[in-house]
């Protein structure tokens, strides 16, 4: 992270990433100094309220992130910005969306905990629209023009004011992944899967194992020995406000009514206390690695993976039956992913998977029949991309097996 006494003194000049957080109320004007080669600009956890008039003076910026400020509108002056396509005012106090706010090359779209009651008509004219997040807002409907953005991938809704589920989604040929849950057309029901409810101080917290947007993971051991639990467990303790993903107690709840499945982590129990949320998984083995890894900037809604990575058509063919296996599971329980990525899969040398993070889970029983179809038809274009992406890690010499080109067949 770069100062703002290094920007004023004129060290930053041929800067392509800026990012400043030093509680500004006001847009420093010397950012305008770095107008000839300023792509990225970060002015995230500020006090930062609105944007100069001339912003369209930073010609070469393609990334703008303003989360955690001041704003109530999304600022009109982004579409003047001619290269402007990923934009990120995550909890804010948007209450407006202008029309005249939205550039028309927006590719990623980051709207998550702000107070937005409508989205303009003008949505539908974003023609490169990949990613869109509006998690925790207010928002009643969609506008029927995001039926023209043909290219959204990902759109996240949860924990909005929906009365019924957006039709408009089920017809966008590109939509893989897809949270709504926590609206008012939804449904938490009691879980299927009974399990105990124990206290926090059963446990002592050591090393963390891992960390999402709705909690963090982290590796425990008994403070007790009368309960049967594992000598080491894993507990992932929720943050207990709104995510990218929508509430934290719908992920608990889908977490608990999934069910067992063999590439599935098993829940133990539950904890249950005044500001204290938390689920008792088992351990995950130490020589499970992630598979894939987050999309990346560039590649918006798509994987990335390491450098080198490889498998052969064998172990791809095992790991996409595994997939599969859990995908029918999930419909068989009426709960859509929302996130099925490989970078939420964990595998091991024996190519055995392990798939978690239901941060982004919805539950569908409740809906109309075509509803229910149209969201399994989503789900399954997610498994598409999937193995689309095993099949691009395949070594070179198996590309021209039978086994390759079946697997090849199932993206259709």
Known sequence: MQTLE??????LKGTVRLNLSENLSQFPTEIFDLADSLEILDLSNNQLSELPQDLGRLKKLKILFCSNNQFTSLPP??????KLEMIGFKSNKIEQVPASSLPLKTRWLILTDNQIVELPKRLGELSQLEKLALSGNKLTALPQSLSQCHKLGLIRLSANELKTFPDVLLDLPKLAWLAFAGNPFCQRNAVEQKIQTVNKSLFNLHQILGQGASGVISKATLTESKHAFPDEVAIKVFKGEVTSDGYPEDELDAC???????NLVKPLAQINEADYSALVMELIPADYYNLGQPPSLLSCTRDTFTQGQSFNINEISSIVFQMES????????????????????????????????????????????????GIQKIERRALNYFIEDMLSLCIENDKSTPEYQALAAKRH
Not at 77 to 82: G, Q, R
Not at 256 to 262: K, N, R
Not at 335 to 364: C, M, P, W
């Open 6 to 11: 290094q920007l004023k003194n004129g060290e």
């Open 77 to 82: 002056m982004l579409s003047l910005c001619p």
């Open 256 to 262: 608990l009514s999934i069910g067992d499945h063999a």
């Open 326 to 373: 859990l995908l029918e599971h999930f419909e068989n329980k009426a709960i859509s992913h929302g996130d099925l990525y490989a970078h939420n899969v964990l595998i091991n040398k024996e190519n055995h998977i392990l798939f978690g993070d239901f941060g982004a889970a919805s539950k569908y029983e409740h809906l109309l029949d075509y509803q229910k179809q």
